[in-house]
């Protein structure tokens, strides 16, 4: 069974103000009150982006690598809210919001599930966060990591395939920016926020999963976890996503770094430390060069449903410009296997060209 991964689709703010339902674009942060600003630093360093684009163009090139795929599965972690609403969660610099008749957007690439136990999906309050649910599950889309309950929350979002069921829990971790106060409670809507990331709390997950789990299931865990920007693996991911794998679960599905991390193979299991953005708005923004924030990846996994063994792992390199997901470069390639290459080798894998343009995963 194949499945894609890709990490933070953020259809919020600039993205949103291009498609053709553009939401109010005010915003609350620092330096920058209206959305359409990051369309325009985007216009200023790539050229103008047509607006309104049709509900598939910030997608691009990714859509004709979902048909080659022809995938199980197409699990995304969405990290934005898709409200009217306007109750802006106080204490935080940064706020996504999509209007919700944007959700074409997403239903237009075919995602199958929008994990949402992030630092984004309250960003406009708990009203918000149950709107963007409704939106969704009108939309068709499955979710998973919040809900109107903690019951709700922790349900795994399952995808009943002709060879199977994928099975998807998602969870988020404090370090990853999320407010204490997001935890769903049994009265309170929210994410399923972890306690830590301890021996006891990976116990727990396993429990869940051998509670869901049928034969034949492939089992993903997404994790929103650790900071952005930052290159050194913390040992506790490492000893937390070798527990998952230990207890049940097939594929670790991390992000929230902003820039793709190591790629671990343990026991069979695929551990993603760090997916990278897939959609945002930084084009225009000036950062650190050295990550390459413009450089993304589609993360391909096939298990053998039967053994639950990791078979193959394939990675599309594509690049954000204008708004937009195009093929990367055979030189933009180079540096991405290049860099996942020297970061996988303290975990004993190896990523290399593929003849076909994209990367291979060996272990």
């Known amino acids: ?3 894609c991964l890709c990490g933070d689709v953020m259809t919020g703010r600039g993205v949103d103000q291009i498609l053709p339902h553009a939401g109010d674009p005010r915003l609350h942060e620092p330096y920058v009150s209206d959305a359409r600003e990051y369309v325009e630093l985007a216009d200023a ?6 607006r309104p684009v049709s509900w598939a163009y910030v997608w691009g090139d990714a859509l004709a690598e979902r048909d080659r795929l022809a995938a199980a599965a197409w699990i995304v972690n969405l990290e934005t809210s898709i409200t009217r609403a ?5 204490g935080k610099d940064v706020h996504y919001r999509m209007h919700p008749a944007n959700v074409a957007c997403l239903t237009a690439a075919g995602i199958d599930v929008c994990v949402l136990a992030n630092n984004h999906v309250l960003d406009y309050g708990r009203d918000g966060l149950v709107e963007t649910l409704d939106t969704l599950r009108q939309a068709g889309i499955a979710v998973a990591g919040a809900g109107r309950t903690r019951d709700e929350a922790r349900r795994p979002a399952i995808l009943e395939r002709q060879d199977g069921r994928v099975v998807v829990f998602a969870f ?3 370090t990853s920016g999320i407010p204490p106060d997001w935890a769903a409670t049994d009265r309170r809507p929210g994410v399923d926020l972890l306690d830590d990331l301890s021996p006891v709390t990976a116990d727990a997950v396993a429990r869940q999963v051998r509670l869901a789990r049928q034969p034949g299931d492939v089992i993903v865990a997404s994790i929103h ?3 952005n920007w930052v290159d050194r693996i913390p040992d506790v991911h490492t000893r937390f996503a070798h527990a998952l794998i230990d207890g049940g679960v097939h594929i670790v599905h991390g992000h929230s770094s902003h820039h793709p991390l190591a790629i671990e193979v343990y026991r069979g299991g695929l551990v993603l430390y760090g997916c990278r953005d897939f959609v945002d708005d930084y084009e225009g923004i000036a950062g650190d060069r050295s990550y390459r924030s413009d450089l993304v990846l589609m993360y391909a996994a096939t298990v053998d449903a039967r053994t639950g063994g990791l078979a193959a792992v394939h990675l599309t390199p594509l690049q954000l410009r204008r708004m937009r ?3 990367a470069s055979p030189a933009d390639r180079q540096w991405l296997q290049r860099r996942l290459d020297a970061e996988g080798r303290r975990f004993g894998t190896r990523v290399e060209a593929a003849p076909d343009g994209r990367l291979a995963v060996r272990w």
């Not at 360093?45 to 047509?50: F, K, V």
């Not at 306007?86 to 106080?90: A, F, I, N, Q, Y």
């Open 86 to 90: 306007d109750d802006v969660w106080r």
């Open 45 to 50: 360093r790539s050229g103008r982006i047509p």
């Open 325 to 327: 997901l195009g093929l």
């Open 1 to 3: 069974m194949l499945l």
């Open 172 to 174: 988020g971790v404090e």
């Open 225 to 227: 976890w650790g900071p």
